[in-house]
Every structure is written in C-alpha cells, then in structure tokens.
C-alpha cells in the first residue's frame, strides 16, 4: 500500500507547547495525490460530523484513510505527545460544509486522547474559518497561531483540560478529516452511534 502521508513532515515538524501541546504541518499529504484526495472526499451538503464509514468515497480518499491507520502514524503520535495510542481505537469522522454556528470556542472531551484535523480544500481565500489555537475558552482574538484549511494541511494537538480551539464563523464548503485516538472502544461506540444518528436524522429532515 503506497503511503500518501508525508511521515517525514510529520516527524519533522517540531512540537509546540504553548498552550497544549500540537504540532502542525501546511502540506500532509504527497503533491502527487492531494488532488486525487480532494476530488475523492464524500459529498456532504450539511453540517455536523459524520462516519468515514457511513458515506461513499473513492479510491484515492480511501488510500488516505488507510495511510491514517498504520503503526507508523500512530508512533509519531505516541512520540510527539507522549501517549501511547498504538492499541487505542481510531475514530475518523468528517465534515464537509461548515454553517454559521460553527467553530465556537471548546476543548475536545476527555475520551479522546489525541486529535488531528487533515484539511482537504482546494484553496481557502476566505478571511474567516481558519482554524486557531487558542489560549482561553472566551476570547477568539487571543490565539497562538491560526491554521489555514487548506489542501493537506494538518494539525495534531493532544487533548488537554485546556486545547481550546476554534475558527472565527464561516459559513460554506469546508471540507476536514478528524481522528480521534479514543480512550477505550467503548467510547468509540459511544461517539460513532451519536456521529450516526445525526447523519440519519439530517437525511430524514432533508
């Protein structure tokens, strides 16, 4: 199976510890299949999550998933953060259209050990909507450092009390994988049945 991570970016891409500790990387995966990558991702017209195992993708987005799930990623994640993720269950989630109330200000919950945002846009010329890492849980201008959504761009961060983050509010396509190394399997049923249940509930309201 060809990789189509950078996983000597990754590797490379030095840690950052104020405020919690994250890394990130402005193109994750290889020039030769982002492209590909972008035009596989799934058709998702509404907001919220949903299961990277309840939508159609395509070939090449399925080749990135699976580059995702391998036990060189999950090293770099053990040895950025200093967690031990190798046997811990992965939730991959994705959202494809961003509505107004999202990218409020929160910290991620206490079930998820680390988390990584791979953005898979195009371009991303809008002002807003840029990810940021934030030092507060009330103040959206006080932020460290702002992440563009752009085409492969990754951020990994590891969940503490105080990963505070969020995006000044964007409303349209905004395309973005999340993994999640999740304390047990029994939080990964727990996430992947709510993540589900919206999905059908959106698809019922349509």
């Known amino acids: 199976m060809q990789n189509v991570l950078k996983l000597d970016a990754l590797t490379a891409s030095p840690l950052k510890t104020d405020p919690y500790p994250y890394f990130s990387v402005a193109q994750a995966i290889d020039p030769e299949y982002v ?64 509505r107004k109330k999202d990218g409020r200000i929160h910290t991620d919950s206490k079930t998820k050990v680390a988390t990584i945002l791979l953005y898979l846009n195009d371009d991303w010329q809008a002002e807003t909507g840029k990810l940021r890492i934030l030092r507060s849980a009330d103040d959206m201008e006080d932020y460290v450092e702002e992440i563009a959504p752009g085409p492969g761009s990754l951020l990994a961060f590891k969940v503490t009390d105080n990963c505070w983050h969020g995006y ?21 049923n727990k996430h992947r049945f709510f993540h589900g249940l919206s999905a059908k509930l959106k698809s019922l309201f349509k």
């Open 35 to 98: 492209s590909d990558v972008i035009r596989d991702f799934p058709s998702i017209d509404d907001g919220g999550s949903y299961n990277v195992d309840d939508v159609a993708t395509g070939p090449a987005f399925k080749q990135l998933i699976d580059s995702l799930d391998t036990p060189q990623f999950r090293q770099i994640i053990c040895d950025k953060f200093d967690v031990a993720v190798m046997d811990l269950p992965m939730m991959v989630t994705l959202r494809g259209y961003s």
């Open 168 to 188: 000044p509010s964007f409303e349209g396509k905004r395309q973005s994988i999340q993994i999640n190394f999740l304390t047990s399997e029994a939080a990964g």
